[in-house]
């Protein structure tokens, strides 16, 4: 099993520094979080907390997930980076493709592409793209994306995206994973049709438990069984040694984190006590999970 830091809602400037600190300790990967923009209302309820509200506000930083990849990955040698989970139903998959693209090319292939549909109808409406049918978009997006990303010349005529024979260059050094994010019905299903892997917004261990087993019976009715698949998650009850070696148990690859977090420390707090947990979560934690 894998260890990614995620740096969700810390200071931008931080984020080189957390890039390098957790490369050192043994770190797989950085999970970066994806938000538009904050509006002072919605019109919807947030799917992942138990009230339907935020848990951020409109002060909370937030950088282009791709602009941070790149600007990490410059400072890094081996860690990898994905979007966790980058919402594509407000974006237009030609113009990502190429954003993609770049950062892979500039990482050195170090970047993988979680993907969701997105929650908000604000996000949607005021970046062009309709709410309506926005499961059905985001699918033929999926599509439109991995043509291109698997390079070529290529061409695409679907309901919602159309055009002629076109290239990119250059394909990406290696081939881009595509993570699906979303924990219902729709979402499981669109992971096992397009995904490389699955990403998990806040879980329990039981809830986690299920939606694994139930992901492994959808790629099973695909053929997929025994094709590699990666499972991330953000289980909220369980942690340390015995509580990781419990996820991997149940089939996690993938840990997503923030040491910081069981230090005490808030997202808005110096760099330093940050780096200090990093530390301590690769001694403890990381070094110490093969034994």
């Not at 200071?11 to 950085?30: C, H, K, T, V, Y």
């Not at 974006?91 to 090319?105: D, F, G, H, I, K």
């Not at 994973?177 to 261990?205: C, N, Q």
């Not at 695909?222 to 499972?231: I, V």
Request: charged share 25%; glycine share 10%.
């Amino acid at each position: 099993m894998k260890f990614t830091l995620s740096v969700a809602m810390n200071p931008l400037d931080q984020l080189a520094g957390l890039a390098r600190a957790a490369e050192e300790a043994g770190f797989a990967s950085i999970a970066l979080p994806d938000s538009l923009f904050y509006s002072e209302t919605v019109s919807a309820d947030y799917p992942y907390t138990p009230d339907g509200s935020r848990f951020w506000n409109e002060e909370t930083p937030w950088a282009d997930p791709l602009v941070a990849a790149a600007s990490m990955g410059a400072v890094t040698s081996r860690i990898r980076f994905y979007t966790s989970v980058l919402k594509l139903g407000s974006r237009n998959p030609v113009l990502l493709a190429r954003q993609v693209n770049s950062v892979a090319a500039l990482t050195g292939g170090r970047f993988g592409l979680g993907l969701g549909v997105g929650w908000s109808p604000e996000e949607f409406e005021w970046c062009g793209a309709p709410y309506a049918r926005r499961g059905k978009r985001v699918d033929e997006a999926i599509d439109v994306l991995r043509l291109i990303l698997d390079g070529g010349m290529v061409e695409y005529h679907g309901e919602f995206f159309d055009f002629d024979k076109l290239r990119m260059s250059p394909t990406p050094p290696s081939r881009v994973p595509f993570y699906i994010g979303g924990h219902t019905e729709v979402a499981l299903r669109r992971a096992a049709r397009a995904g490389d892997g699955w990403s998990s917004a806040m879980m329990k261990f039981d809830d986690l438990r299920d939606t694994i087993a139930r992901l492994r019976e959808l790629l099973a009715e695909r053929g997929r069984a025994e094709e590699p698949f990666e499972y991330q998650a953000v289980c909220i009850d369980r942690f340390g040694l015995d509580g990781y070696r419990e996820q991997a148990s149940i089939g996690v690859t993938d840990v997503i984190t923030m040491p910081w977090v069981f230090e005490g420390v808030g997202f808005d707090a110096d760099i330093e006590p940050k780096l200090a947990a990093i530390r301590k979560f690769g001694e403890d934690v990381i070094a110490k999970f093969g034994d």
